[in-house]
């Protein structure tokens, strides 16, 4: 079966060749791809220039990113000829814009190419053909000469047909090129993960004696009546708990990750521990108030538990104007997938930019005016995950951010002693 019905037998083994050799390049990056791409059809055409054009979609603008290397090339750059402005105009434009392609052999006579490929560049003959990558247009694949009746009919098909199985070839490039980058991204982000557990545990091992020696003085002082040192220390208080927050995290999520995060689930009152826990939050300045059922039975760790409240109510406060403070309600609901109890968590703050929803819940993730190290929500969604549960992003008509925290309602004839 013939390679392209339009070229005779010479040019469909020239083709094939092609074609053979195109498919046997190297996939590295798509710009060392599309170099080699074009030094291999610029010998098969004998052209002195030959240019895979690539659309940069942020400048609207045609971008030689494979050309030949050739003295012509060389004078294009310096031309600055290798970027093709969309709005200028030109023939390999129209070729982009119009998916046909376009070949003279007396571009000198052609009064609607650029001047700067005519006069300053003085190609005489051209063939442009438009380059698709996995079904989208993408490009331009040119070929060009400074001599004038360079190229022959049955090299318009033939380079339109090459151009095809370049596309193959980006495309492939491409995937590699994918891969590539995300194995070292990975790879980064694991050694920075590895070292930034090894620096929490080292913190950890010295945060105790600190927070020791900080109770000793605080006795003291509380005993000598010296209430201005009593302030400063419990700043200090405050700023170690802080911190400890931070290690708490760090520690957990190196647990999850390896599969070491163990649960010791059992019956509680999910009401009675929110309240407890907003009891111990709420500050006059970032008051902490409570809707709760009388009731709220669930099967589950408190302690994690408590550790997602207050994740949650650490990242409301943070947000939440001075003096509105945060609602967290607690009710029992009826979903397709079951009974469950919701805890949501609301705060009057501006809410979350609709470009940072997609990855609020990853590693590391923060807004422009976050604090730390963006933890607190990956781990608490892992924890209501780990409990069958689930930590959701609700959609508001009013002004702030609610989180909505699921967990699956004990069911009745369990003992319910000890609800805490």
């Given at each position: 079966m013939a390679l392209h019905p339009s070229l005779g037998g010479h040019r469909q083994e020239l083709l094939f060749d092609t074609l053979t050799r195109l498919l046997a390049l190297p996939a590295t990056t798509v710009e060392d791809t599309l170099k080699s791409v074009s030094n291999l059809v610029g010998s098969v055409l004998a052209s002195d220039k030959v240019d895979a054009f690539l659309l940069e979609a942020a400048s609207s603008t045609l971008v030689a990113v494979g050309t030949s290397d050739t003295a012509t090339a060389r004078k294009q750059?310096?031309?600055?000829?290798?970027?093709?402005?969309?709005?200028?105009?030109?023939?390999?434009?129209?070729?982009?814009?119009?998916?046909?392609?376009?070949?003279?052999?007396?571009?000198?006579?052609?009064?609607?190419?650029?001047?700067?490929?005519?006069?300053?560049?003085?190609?005489?003959?051209?063939?442009?053909?438009?380059?698709?990558?996995?079904?989208?247009?993408?490009?331009?694949?040119?070929?060009?000469?400074?001599?004038?009746?360079?190229?022959?009919?049955?090299?318009?098909?033939?380079?339109a047909a090459v151009a095809d199985w370049v596309g193959v070839v980006i495309h492939r490039a491409e995937l590699v090129q994918e891969a590539t980058e995300a194995a070292a991204q990975r790879a980064r982000q694991r050694a920075a993960e590895e070292l930034v557990a090894v620096v929490a545990h080292d913190l950890r091992n010295h945060l105790a004696p600190l927070t020791t020696r900080l109770f000793a003085l605080m006795m003291r002082a509380e005993r000598d009546g010296r209430d201005r040192d009593i302030g400063d220390l419990k700043k200090v208080q405050a700023s170690l708990g802080r911190l400890e927050r931070v290690i708490t995290n760090l520690l957990d999520v190196e647990r999850i990750e390896r599969g070491l995060f163990l649960l010791k689930p059992e019956p509680i009152d999910l009401a009675r521990l929110v309240r407890d826990t907003a009891a111990l939050l709420s500050t006059p300045e970032h008051p902490v108030r409570v809707e709760a059922a009388a009731s709220a039975p669930v099967e589950a760790d408190p302690d994690a538990i408590r550790q997602v409240l207050e994740n949650l109510l650490h990242n409301a406060g943070k947000h939440a104007p001075e003096g509105l403070g945060t609602t967290i309600s607690v009710a029992q609901e009826r979903r397709e997938d079951g009974d469950c109890v919701t805890v949501r968590v609301h705060d009057a703050g501006p809410g979350i930019a609709p470009e940072l929803v997609p990855k609020l819940f990853e590693r590391f993730s923060m807004g422009p005016a976050s604090h730390g190290l963006g933890l607190g929500l990956y781990l608490a969604r892992s924890i209501a995950q780990a409990h069958g549960g689930t930590l959701t992003l609700e959609d508001l008509e009013t002004s702030g951010a609610c989180f909505c925290l699921a967990l699956p309602l004990r069911e009745s004839g369990h003992d319910d002693e000890a609800d805490r």
């Open positions: 750059k310096s031309l600055g000829l290798d970027r093709l402005p969309l709005a200028n105009g030109g023939r390999t434009v129209e070729a982009f814009h119009s998916g046909e392609p376009y070949a003279c052999n007396d571009v000198a006579a052609d009064r609607e190419e650029l001047p700067g490929i005519r006069e300053a560049l003085q190609i005489r003959s051209t063939i442009a053909v438009p380059l698709d990558v996995h079904g989208q247009r993408r490009g331009v694949l040119q070929v060009a000469s400074l001599a004038p009746d360079t190229y022959e009919p049955a090299d318009v098909p033939f380079l």
